[in-house]
C-alpha cells in the first residue's frame, strides 16, 4: 500500500468532531489495534473545510492517545498521509497521522488601560 502525504495547510481549519477512541480491529472480539511497538492506535474524527465549501469529515488513526484533543477542538495534525485500498467490492482512502494535538485558542486581548491618566 503506497502512502500519500497530504498537505494539511490546503485543508483549511481542522476541528475535532469525534474525540479519540481506540481502533477496533475485530467487531466481534472487541480487538484493539495495537502498532509493532504494542501502542494503541487510536482513530479521530476530523471535519475539514476549504474556502467556503462544504466540510468533509475524515476519520485518521494516530498511534497512542491524542492528549487535550476533544470535540469540537480545534486540532493540528503532523504528518498526514492518505491510504487507497481495496476489499473486494469495496475501496476507499484511509488516513494515518504522526501527530493530532490541540491548538490553543488565541489569545484573549489585553485589558485596556484607558481608565489611567484622568479622563474626560
Not at 5 to 19: I, K, M
Amino acid at each position: 500500500m503506497q502512502s500519500i502525504p497530504v498537505d494539511t495547510s490546503r485543508l483549511g481549519a481542522l476541528r475535532c468532531v469525534v474525540p479519540p477512541e481506540p481502533k477496533i480491529t475485530n467487531q466481534e472480539t472487541k480487538e484493539v489495534k495495537k502498532d509493532r511497538d504494542g501502542k494503541t492506535v487510536y482513530t479521530v474524527g476530523l471535519s475539514v473545510r476549504q474556502d467556503g465549501r462544504r466540510a468533509s469529515i475524515i476519520e485518521v488513526a494516530v498511534t497512542g492517545e491524542p492528549v487535550g484533543v476533544e470535540e469540537g477542538a480545534r486540532v493540528k495534525v503532523t504528518g498526514l498521509e492518505a491510504f487507497s485500498w481495496a476489499m473486494g467490492d469495496r475501496h476507499g482512502i484511509s488516513f494515518r497521522a504522526a501527530a493530532i494535538t490541540p491548538v490553543p485558542d488565541a489569545a484573549a486581548p489585553a485589558t485596556s488601560h484607558a481608565g489611567k491618566g484622568g479622563g474626560a
